[in-house]
């Protein structure tokens, strides 16, 4: 083992994209455009394999889901594996408005789904793409606040769950993290900023 001042960490700055294989284009088209709502943004071959294209889609936060298609490959709904060290899910984000239309629009494709999950800290929807890739639409029940990310109130929230001894996360935890990190980061001229009654 190498001491800890000769090895170094890579540091990860976020996901810049996940890919997938595919079965034809136009299925893959279909659902990451036509049912996900991602813009197609880029189409070239494959420059590892030259029997396949690969198509890239814009999930909505400038980062990629690419996809390797081959007009070969038929769509085949089977389950995808859940073995150790496979993918078991993908989740996606979506605001609160456009997460309770999403069975709607998957009923109205005759989709399957699990219909909507209560996370605590977020509502949740599962259904298979056309491959079986278990996709999970996802959306936070809170906006972080200003100058912090999810993750931040995400860490405090866990770190209030687990002092209370309370199973899981829920709202309570969320919004007492929120209220926690604008005391952190924001300024305030008075002495004590606990709680009041003005009535």
Do not use: C
């Amino acid at each position: 083992m190498n001491p800890p001042n000769q090895i170094r960490k890579i540091q990860s700055q976020g996901v810049h994209h996940i890919t997938l294989m595919g079965a034809d284009r136009q299925t893959s088209i279909d659902f990451w455009e036509g049912l996900l709502g991602m813009p197609f943004i880029f189409d070239q071959p494959n420059l590892d394999n030259p029997n396949e294209g690969h198509l890239y889609f814009d999930p909505g936060d400038g980062r990629l889901i690419t996809i390797f298609t081959n007009e070969d490959r038929k769509p085949d709904a089977r389950r995808t594996s859940t073995e150790t060290g496979a993918v078991h899910h993908i989740a996606f984000s979506v605001s609160q408005a456009s997460f309770w239309q999403v069975a709607k629009r998957l009923d109205a494709r005759g989709i399957k789904h699990s219909g909507a999950k209560d996370r605590g800290f977020m509502d949740s929807i599962y259904f298979e793409d056309p491959l079986g890739l278990l996709i999970e639409i996802a959306s936070y029940r809170f906006e972080p606040p200003e100058g912090t990310r999810h993750a931040d109130v995400m860490i405090e929230a866990h770190k209030i769950r687990v002092a209370r001894g309370d199973h899981h996360i829920d709202r309570e935890h969320l919004a007492d993290a929120i209220e926690l990190l604008i005391e952190r980061r924001h300024a305030s001229l008075s002495s004590d900023r606990g709680p009041r009654n003005p009535y």
